[in-house]
């Protein structure tokens, strides 16, 4: 089929998906609300639209989990034990009981007894006859059976990082920078390790590698061997990094916090993956000769089953290769067993999953979609489970039949179903039923699974499945009734094929009381950044502000670029060495099909967005003539200036890419801008730094423009307070109304709520 191109070099195709989208039903009411900011964003007045659902669910076993406590509930205990398929629950924690023991302990007051007896921040052990109490950097070990409480540490340091071993014996943490170990049967302590230092991480992960690697949020840096005698841990060594020093400035005297932060270009921290025996003695470090002049990147830690290997990842400083090795646990001899190459970057995808024959399951995105490949202990393919356009997001694992669960794209890129399939990669099996976005938590033997789902207009409900996909029962409805008394815009999803042909998932909210005769200001959220979807089936708190917007009479766009598609890694490649470019060109693809729609305002058009979503808007705003106003907020505006590992994935380092740094950094182009624009930062963002806003402001005074700027003292990349959060809904709606001034305006005071 040949496609024909438009003066705007667009194809106007479109798939509009016209059924009203979700699963609540309208409920008549003699009078419908409207929302406002003070319904969503008021630390008061605001409405939980979310409803309530259980978290923290832990399967115990084949039979029964662990439900956390949640507000309301009229179980006092801070953990309940849930008989999987009657729904039986039994309060793990007698509360008087335990309340009682604490207040014994002279270091506990009673008031702080009471909090800490109905708290859910305990750490279990994986048999559930004790649990580890953390309060005031002390650590106590409760046995609940017998209500006995003991102190485990007389140190002051701070104890993070808390794990409790597979068997039950042992609980390792993190003080003063080296790894500990506290033998709970004996209820005594040692420390592994002997030489951490601020700046020599024992088990403790560094900032770029919490956020870049391991997981936002995510500090530990350690791995218990399955039969708890060993632990892996990784080594940081952050002498060579450069600080950077984020300040708060309310007190008097402003006091500063330095975070190691390697930006592109700088020295990554140094790393070495150690062994030790959990009861203490010499590390065996693991032989990474090979590496060293790679500058290593360590990405994924784990063992095999039988604890006799570490098993570990591997990659070079710019992400262009990954190696999939074991280390022997007694020398540290590696073994390679794969290594994955691309046409730009790999993504680390998850560990192995080892099989009782000594083959594994790998996840892998070789072909451009990440799928999985049977291999065996020599990296060899034994068979290609899953293939196609579309992609495997989590793997669950493999029955006692030879049956893999997963969790994938094949039904729709929008959304994430729960399949099956077996190791041969046949009979492929859908186990969802309903159509949106479900995550699985499978029991040990996968014999059930906890299902959670959403869809955009149907917050979070979770259910109990067999393995078939077959309902078992219901564990939360969640109806959410606050959303029956409002009426709200319903979204549509489309699809527009950009010039190259590729088809880019899109969402729109019309106005309440559409009129096709009128013409409609329209608000543009982005996100652009690669991998990470906007577009998507899925409950999102997000959709309700969006859903406001309509209200006052604006056309609500999300565009999925391209690269932020979530259509396999092939669909990101494009973007390698020079953001920026290719995500405007399919912005202004998109455009063009928007603007073929006879109700929109070419010159009332607006674009929001936040992390890169910022960076987007800074950098559309100096690049193109199409948008006439934009909010760009936490936004990278010189890549030099952003982390190491993250930037040099898709950028290469500055020394081996420097015009595409240039290029692709609005701060350089900001004699260009056009439309209104408003800049918006935290002062003590430890992500993207202040820096990036300042650096910017300071290039467009240079050049004689005008913006607006809001500064949040004492917040982060994320507002610190819901006050701060209203805050800045109040400022970008104001900014939008004052810039767009839509035709319509809902009869309703956008910030304070009659009722």
Known sequence: MTLKLSARHIVAWVVTMTATIGGLA??????????????????????????????????????????KRLAGDPFESPFVRVDAISGERTALI?????????RMLPSISQADARDLARSTNHLLDPSLASMVVKHANTLYHFDIENNQINTLTQTVGEKSELSISPNGEFLAFIENHNLVVADLTQQRTHTVTTDGSPRVRNGLLDWVYQEEIYGRGNFRGYWWSPDSTRIAYLQLDDRDVPSFPVIDHMPYHPSIKEWEYPKAGDPNPAVRLGIVNAKGGQTTWVILDRYQSVEPLIVDVGWTPDSRDVVFQVQDREQTWLDLNTANRLNGTVTRILRETSEAWVNVLGPPLWLDDGTAVWTSERSGWSHLYHIDRTGKTLKEITSGNWEVRALHGIDKDGLVYFSGTKRSHLGLDIYRIDLSGNDRRLLSTTTGTHSAQFNPSLTLYIDRWSDIATPPQVRLHDSTGTNVRTIANNPATHLTEYTLPKPEFHQVRNRDGFVMEALMIKPENFDPTQQYPVYQHIYGGPHLQRVRNAWSAETLFWQLLAQQGIVVWVLDNSTASGKGAVSTWPVYQRFGELELRDLEDGLDWLLEQSFIDRDRIGIEGWSYGGYMVSYVLTHSKRWSMGIAGGSVTDWRDYDSIYTERYMRTPEHNSNGYRQSSPRFNASSLYGNLLLVHGSMDENVHMQNTLQFAYALQDAGKSFEMMIYPKSTHRLGTPALEYHRRKKMLAFILEHLTPVHSADTNTDNSSR
């Open 94 to 102: 007698d509360v008087d009981s335990f309340e009682e023991t604490l």
């Open 26 to 67: 309208p409920v008549t009411h003699a009078q419908q609300n409207v929302l406002t900011l003070a319904d969503l964003y008021d630390p008061d007045r605001r409405i939980d639209f979310d409803g309530s659902v259980p978290t923290g669910l832990t399967w115990l076993d084949n039979d029964t989990y662990i439900a």
